[in-house]
């Protein structure tokens, strides 16, 4: 397993890099908060994004993708996590995408892959539940099957990047009791389906999220993304993928929040001398380069180990996610230290990448979690 980039992931790296940095800095993170802007990001740098390829990246040749992997994949959320860019591609194409990519039907695919691809359609996902934290198999929301169809009743929380979403893919138990692995199905159901309520959340982070409420909404069964009562092995599939992209995202903020640090050290003169010349601060700023570079080793690991479809991959990704949980809480708060009194206040950017960090570690697990993964998935 090569954990260096070759000439074109460098190039790729270098090119999404650059357009973060132009046309996504932080302050247009903090004019959409302070605006309360509804949807959270901009269509308009999302379609640019899709118009360079990026979404297009891990979906095949036949769904009209590029049959890239994660390795490259990781390199687009890492550039978007330096500038805390708020754009969907975690939840649309790793997620939803992703489910109807490894489990639609055709009609499914050719209806959706091709918008999402070419960035004119934002999906979501609604798996998380109120009390049922981390454990995909206890769903309360229910899907009974009737003449034309299923019936859903239910509801969804934080669902990232749901509201405004052109369609939401739901989880729903079809079969079994609370706790099953086997009798839950994926459905797709469009924005204006009757008796879906989707209403605006606001977190910690500023991302998009909603609470997705159903009341006897009617799906047809041509929208089952998947099979019927095995959707919870599709949907652990997906957010492992997921998780990958996201630990990118945390590195790339972990690695802007350290830069950051840096810089300020270097400026910052107290008792007529800049504070990085004191040695304990070195020792900090040494420890979290560590941080950093391990992250980025664990990160690209479990890349090219989903790559690879390695027999350990998911040891890897719990690896991968638990590393950066630790690090980039721990970075974050560092930076916040060197920065004393500036970094506690709203102006200071780097409270954007300690909020983040805090919203990032508890979606799809927190280090705990994945720590408690990685002793099961060793025999422990």
């Known amino acids: 397993m090569e954990l260096v980039l070759n000439e074109e992931q460098t190039m790729l790296a270098q090119t999404v890099k650059e357009f973060i940095k132009d046309n996504s800095p932080v302050t247009r993170m903090r004019k959409l908060r302070d605006d309360r802007d509804m949807l959270g990001y901009s269509k308009d740098v999302w379609k640019q994004m899709a118009d360079l390829g990026w979404t297009a990246i891990l979906f095949s040749e036949e769904d009209g993708g590029l049959g890239l992997g994660m390795a490259e994949t990781v390199l687009v959320t890492e550039a978007m996590g330096r500038n805390l860019a708020p754009e969907p591609f975690i939840s649309c194409i790793m997620l939803a995408g992703q489910a109807i990519a490894q489990g639609g039907s055709k009609e499914l695919r050719e209806e959706w892959l091709t918008p999402i691809i070419a960035g004119d359609k934002v999906l979501a996902v609604g798996y998380q539940e109120k009390g049922k934290r981390y454990d995909i198999r206890n769903i309360g929301t229910s899907a009974v099957k009737g003449a034309d169809g299923y019936v859903l009743n239910g509801e969804k929380t934080q669902v990232v990047d749901g509201y405004g979403a052109d369609a939401v893919i739901v989880s729903a138990r079809t079969s079994g009791k609370d706790g099953d692995a086997d009798g839950i199905t994926l459905f797709l159901i469009p924005k204006d389906a009757a008796g879906m309520t989707v209403t605006r959340q606001w977190r910690l982070d500023s991302k998009n999220v909603a609470q997705v409420q159903l009341k006897d909404v009617k799906v047809p069964a041509a929208n089952v993304v998947g099979e019927v009562d095995k959707g919870g092995a599709l949907l652990a599939k997906v957010i492992d993928l997921a998780t990958v992209a996201l630990c990118g995202e945390m590195l790339g903020g972990m690695s802007s929040a350290f830069d950051r640090m840096l810089a300020y050290m270097k400026e910052r003169v107290q008792f007529n001398v800049v504070i ?42 719990s ?62």
């Open 319 to 380: 690896t991968a996610k638990a590393r950066c949980s630790d690090a980039y809480i721990a970075i974050t708060n560092e930076a916040v230290q060197i920065f004393g009194g500036n970094g506690m206040t709203d102006e200071e950017e780097i409270g954007f990448y300690m909020k983040r960090a805090r919203a990032a570690e508890m979606t799809f697990g927190d280090a705990t979690f994945h720590k408690d993964r990685f002793a099961a998935l060793k025999g422990y």
């Open 276 to 317: 990085g010349s004191f040695q304990a601060l070195k020792h900090r700023a040494a420890k979290m380069y560590m941080e950093v570079e391990l992250s980025r080793s664990v990160v690209m690991a479990a890349a090219r180990a989903v790559d690879e479809n390695h027999k350990d991959k998911d040891i890897f990704i």
